[in-house]
């Protein structure tokens, strides 16, 4: 069945908000047999009739998100009525739920809010548990004079439409999806590598397997190889990448790198501190994101200053003059010292110029020192990453989470 | 000018990663009177041939995305090379720079490098700073048998296209758009506020200003309101956005909050201490982010554990114990004790129940109290975000922020 997906929002386009459903429903179909084979992104205007109705001759299945709101610019309910030449009929339960949501909230009643209960005759509603808006979902050639593709019409906030995908979209793809066979896609993740590398050790070996789609795709200090096929393909494919790139791998199961951290603390029953200088905090947000983190984070101090190291974690202010913060030494008294204060198993230091200023010659911005101390020794890695500050933070924490998932998978 | 976008990558329609060109491209051009009319989104295949050749008929300008590197599934230059018939020819200045950047690097020499030295007879190299792969600018009908647009070549990876738009495409769009009227788009950003009360207030009077468009986008606790149109119009709904607002907009110049913040303590020469429970370091990386915050941010104690809010900031344990770690008591003196132990002007705590479990029925998953400890006084506030673990640190973050900006331009 082809599937497409239409992103209306004149605000996509005018590049004040990034999308995130083409990723996210790309993902939630992908086992059901289902890919999208285009999407498309126009904005709030007469754009959206022209490509509903030449999506509408082309596919089975058309996702299109947002323009469903109380404000002026929110026409893609209309335009779909006229299209489909349906009737909008206010529907009295979902207008006491906009009240009564509202009301708990405290938010003012204003006149747009009520166009939000008027639903296309014979459309289902997706119930918005996240926001005001529903989704709406109009089965293939609904009004049988015109032909249409079954049609969800899906708010454009992504923390609204995810819930409703996966709650109420799921349930009415797998009903209308012939049982075909299904796919997979699978993906193994690699810190610390190049593309390149990672191609020329696994490319041929996995290409030679009949039925499988190989990509890669390249992150910062990340490479991810993604498989795609039928079972029994996936399934030669994966031991061969596996007795390849072995414990280089830190997720098959499309983990993040702190889920895979947070997971081996968790199992070996460990606590981690940080310290952060140059990373500021990431490093322990990046942490904290994961669900249950709190029984193996111990404490993390963002030191940023050269007072809050001494201050916070009893550095010796003479460590810092005669090293300099950016240094072997000081990296290493930043996650011994943390490691102390804290009490716990392991602490991660990081210390660094993330730039764009603060740099010398000897000390070019992109220097990052890593520092991990741990029961056994204190290991310190000099690294080098000349870029912009937010990747350079990226990129710094997770050479750090990889040098604590090797040191906890070789102990 | 009619500009289109061709996002080119299997791993975009798969979910592994999301685009991050168009937003950019749509800010960087829209100064130029360009906008982005079309965006698509096609697989590593065939499919690209179909849409540059679609794409070719209906724009003057074209960006097409990825599939320039080494690796099998980077075919964009063979396609176009084939649809244009031009021939590829080895440029020996970007084979010798690419082995360069590889020696000095460390990476090893695979086959497929050298095929990103390949160049279309009659295209402009654009130089990659911050990658392998090289831009290509293939001027309007290059080959004059074959009707085609300007066309822009680039590579996938954000960071390598990015500063490649800036140097490089810009200079080549100046020359080939015409010197028509520019046209101007100003985005006012508000905090803790919903769209329709936003745009109850504004909405109306804006519209009655001839020759402006005005749209809303919804993020995470903060509305941004944007208009787009000529200078003097723009500069007439400016003063009725400014005059009706007031000091709700944090931003009219499209800065973060959190950029907001720093310079406001930067022109004050004030200083910033911040105690994360809940948001866990999000808090402080925000700031961190910020190029300069060294200046004013004093230190960062992310204190998840009960344990390390009484370690890290002499929290007494029978107020924990008393109250609870997520009560108005404890984020008053998490924000008080961070204050005085950083010796700061201001801090900020935060407490709360982040989720997806540790609710309880008097303070279930959302719940979050915000501290500021200034010179004056201390405010302590209770909100209550029920939503996924991410966005609610985020919401939090910003409300937190948003209680000191508004002190910081009270006082």
Known sequence: MRVALLNTGTELLLGDVQDAHLAFIAREILPLGLRIEEQRTVPDSEAIRRSLAELFQRCAILFVTGGLGPTSDDITREMVADLLRLELRQSPDLLASLKRRLRVRGIKWTSGIARQADVHVGAKILPNHNGSAPGLYLCANINPQIQSPHLFLLPGPPRELQPMFRT????????????SDLIERRLYKIANKGESLVEEAVGQHVLAIPGIELGYCARPCEVDVRIVGKAEAIERADAVIKSILGPAVFSATDETLEEVVVKLLVQRNQTLAVAESCTGGLLANRITNVPGASAIFSAGYVCYANQSKIAMLNLDSQLIEKHGAVSEQVARALAEHARACAKSDYALATTGVAGPSGGSPEKPVGTVYIALAGPGETIVK??????????????????????????????
Chains 1, 2 share one sequence.
């Open 168 to 179: 109420f979209v799921m349930p009415i793809l797998r009903s209308i999806v012939p049982a």
């Open 382 to 411: 000099k690294l080098f990453f000349p870029t912009d500050r937010e990747t350079f933070k990226l990129i710094a924490t997770q050479a750090a989470l990889e040098l604590l998932r090797k040191k906890l998978i070789a102990t």
